[in-house]
């Protein structure tokens, strides 16, 4: 049996970004990540928008709004360090309808005071800076960004084992236990010994705190963020990356068009309820996930709340001419042609049991285990602060 100090189960950005840190602050633990899949950020690490977010829409003071700003910096810092391409192209939050006005003069001011320098233009101003697009009036983000996190990822990856810890890749925890004098981790092909252990699961965090015994108001719901990818002749349409204004009762932020690092454009997000939790396909079916989300309380009274916005974004995601509607909607040129397949990723939403959607970052713990619970957008962003609170926490608890 294999014998650890720490153990992280997850090996997505958060999960590597954690044992990073111990390894920095703690460079005589033994250290090890446990991953399912044959490679490091292979879900939804592997599988977003690679926008690095500056923190415009986050309700101040929440684990979200102060992570999001450290995370931009502490980002582009492992992004040097590393030779990590990356590209601060700064973004505008388009309004195109009136009622878009008075919803982008509160993100306006919610963006000052989360401390960000953001600029309106008007709508002559954002012709002139994007030719292509068109709408009312505009939020210019300077500090919004781009990178591949799956790059990011992996690179923190190397630098973990370079420090001598080790990830096991092609592991499944089936099981875990905690004892007083430690914690027991089953895999499919082993048993796993470590002092402490820290769960970044992704979208299976809520079944992994479950299995280790942990309580819980609030399940994790799936939700497929559906992608296009402009054909090359439209890699130029535009100089920063163009969002709508977004609805605010809802942690999703609109369709989107994404220059990528590569050099491409997408189009995307929209979020459609996924019946598989890694189904990337919108036939991907899986009868227990289907089961579980249908069978919580908390989801069918979201479900009731948001009933005609979630039958509109299904319908989105099977008619290519409504998606494009969306899209249409601030850059009027494209066409369903110019709309090409590009890979689906799934987001992990806590809904708690009373119907509501957790917006913040949620992290529980019991005596020997950091639970990382709802870590969605931005928490590829996030990483590097998400993982220094979570140290920081097991410091505390755990009296490292
Ligand atoms: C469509 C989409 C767009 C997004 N866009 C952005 C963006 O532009 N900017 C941004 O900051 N954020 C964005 N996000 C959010 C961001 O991608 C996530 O918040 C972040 O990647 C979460 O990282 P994670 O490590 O918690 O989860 P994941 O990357 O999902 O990693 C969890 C890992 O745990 C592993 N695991 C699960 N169960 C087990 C088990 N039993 N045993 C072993 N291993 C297990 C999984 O295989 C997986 O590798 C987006 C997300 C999506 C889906």
Redesign the pocket.
């Known amino acids: 049996m294999s014998t650890y100090d720490v153990v992280i189960?997850?090996?997505?950005?958060?999960?590597v970004a954690t044992a990073l840190r111990i390894t920095d602050r703690y460079p005589d633990f033994s250290v090890a990540i446990?991953?399912?899949?044959a490679d490091?950020?292979?879900?939804?690490?592997?599988?977003?928008?690679?926008?690095?977010?500056a923190g415009v829409y986050y309700k101040p003071g929440t684990m979200k709004a102060l992570f999001c700003r450290e995370g931009v910096e502490a980002t582009i810092q492992f992004c040097k360090e590393h030779s990590i391409p990356f590209d601060q192209c700064g973004k505008l939050i388009v309004a195109t309808k009136p009622d878009d006005l008075p919803r982008m003069i509160a993100l306006h001011e919610r963006s000052k005071e989360n401390g960000l320098d953001v600029e309106r233009l008007d709508a002559k101003e954002l012709a002139r800076r994007e030719p292509r697009i068109t709408g009312l009036g505009a939020l210019f983000v300077p500090t919004t960004g781009i990178v591949d996190?799956s790059v990011v990822a992996r690179t923190m990856g190397a630098e973990v084992k370079r420090r001598g810890g080790e990830i096991l890749t092609g592991?499944?925890?089936?099981g875990i236990r905690e004892e007083s004098d430690g914690v027991t981790i089953e895999?499919g092909r082993a048993t796993i010994k470590a002092r402490h252990l820290i769960v970044?699961?992704?979208?299976?965090?809520d079944r992994?705190a479950k299995l280790s015994g942990l309580m819980l108001d609030f399940q994790l719901v799936p939700f497929r963020?559906e992608y296009f990818r402009l054909g090359s002749d439209k890699d130029d349409i535009v100089k920063h990356l163009i969002y709508p204004v977004p609805d605010p009762a809802l942690p999703f932020l609109g369709v989107h068009l994404t220059r990528m690092i590569g050099g491409y454009v997408t189009v995307g997000?929209n979020a459609v309820l996924a019946f598989a939790r890694e189904g990337y396909r919108f036939t991907d079916f899986s009868f227990k996930d289907t089961a579980e989300v249908l069978g919580y309380r908390g989801f069918r009274t979201l479900a009731r709340t948001h009933l005609a916005l979630g039958l509109s974004e299904m319908a989105n995601s099977l008619s290519k001419r409504r998606y494009l509607a969306l899209c249409r909607q601030y850059c009027p040129e494209l066409k369903v042609e110019d709309l090409q397949p590009y890979r689906?990723?799934?987001?992990?939403q806590a809904v708690m049991a009373d119907g509501t959607i957790e917006h913040d970052f949620i992290i529980r713990s019991t005596s020997r285990i950091v639970h990382?619970c709802n870590?969605?957008?931005?928490?590829?962003?996030?990483?590097m602060p998400i993982a220094r609170a979570v140290v920081d926490r097991a410091a505390t608890q755990f009296g490292w």
């Open positions: 189960i997850g090996g997505g950005i958060v999960g446990i991953e399912k899949e490091l950020a292979l879900h939804q690490t592997g599988r977003n928008s690679g926008v690095i977010h996190y592991h499944e925890v089936r895999t970044c699961g992704g979208i299976m965090a992994l963020g997000p689906a990723g799934i987001r992990a990382v870590a969605p957008s931005p928490a590829a962003t996030s990483s």
